[in-house]
């Protein structure tokens, strides 16, 4: 079992809805990433969080450490949200790597 | 500020032929990540560069692959000979410290035959 699970794998959703993708992990760790990945493009840092909550524009990531869980909201939905969404965490202690998920593929239809 | 960039975007070579992949940092970052990702899999650490000596290199998967960053400031990855299973997009990241976020380039896509 990899050491950084995301749910759903897939997700489609209408233009406007809320979306919320999950990820739950198994090691302790120093933070929290959260990354996109647009069809044939590179990876963009979403969020790196390691308590709490954090917002930017549209989108939420929260964390809560002691239930090793992690979510990101997306609030009224667009197509061009349609992108793989990558949970990554840093294993507390290390220098910097980065254990992946195996990411979320989100299609936001018109 | 230009980004993370690597070259080249895209890569078919034949098994047992080399090939050289090259990632430059952002400017003044110490820290350089390389990564896989294999078809079907999530990415994978490969290797952490400090300026150019290697901090942690567990995660290449065998002496095939070697990978150097003279100078400190571009680094390359060099996979010889290559095999079917090293097809992949190799991607690249750089950070200032290794608990700031880190900047990832689009990704050399590797198919070898």
């Known amino acids: 079992k990899n050491e950084v699970e995301q749910s759903p794998q897939n997700l489609t959703a209408q233009e406007g809805e809320f979306i919320t993708i999950n990820c739950s992990y198994s090691v302790g760790i120093s933070a929290l990433h959260w990354l996109q990945q647009h069809p044939g493009g590179g990876i963009v840092s979403l969020f790196m969080?390691?308590?709490g909550k954090k917002k930017h524009g549209r989108l939420i990531a929260t964390i809560n450490i002691q239930e090793k869980h992690s979510s990101l909201h997306i609030t009224a939905s667009h197509p061009r949200d349609s992108a793989v969404y990558i949970c990554a965490v840093k294993r507390g202690g290390s220098q910097g790597n980065l254990i992946f998920g195996k990411g979320t593929k989100l299609s936001v239809k018109p | 500020e230009a980004g993370v960039t690597q070259f080249p975007s895209h890569s078919v070579i034949e098994k047992g032929q080399t090939v050289t992949l090259r990632c430059d940092p952002i400017s003044g970052h110490d820290n350089l990540y390389w990564y896989r990702r294999v078809m079907g899999k999530e990415i994978k650490f490969l290797l952490h560069?400090?300026?150019?000596?290697?901090?942690?290199e567990s995660g290449m998967p065998n002496n095939r692959f070697l990978a150097e960053r003279t100078g400190g400031t571009y680094s390359t990855l060099k996979v010889q000979p290559a095999e079917l299973e090293d097809s992949g997009v190799y991607f690249c990241a750089s950070s200032l410290a290794p608990q700031e976020t880190q900047y990832f380039g689009p990704g050399t896509r590797l198919l070898v035959l």
């Open positions: 560069f400090v300026k150019e000596s290697k901090q942690d």
């Open positions: 969080l390691s308590s």
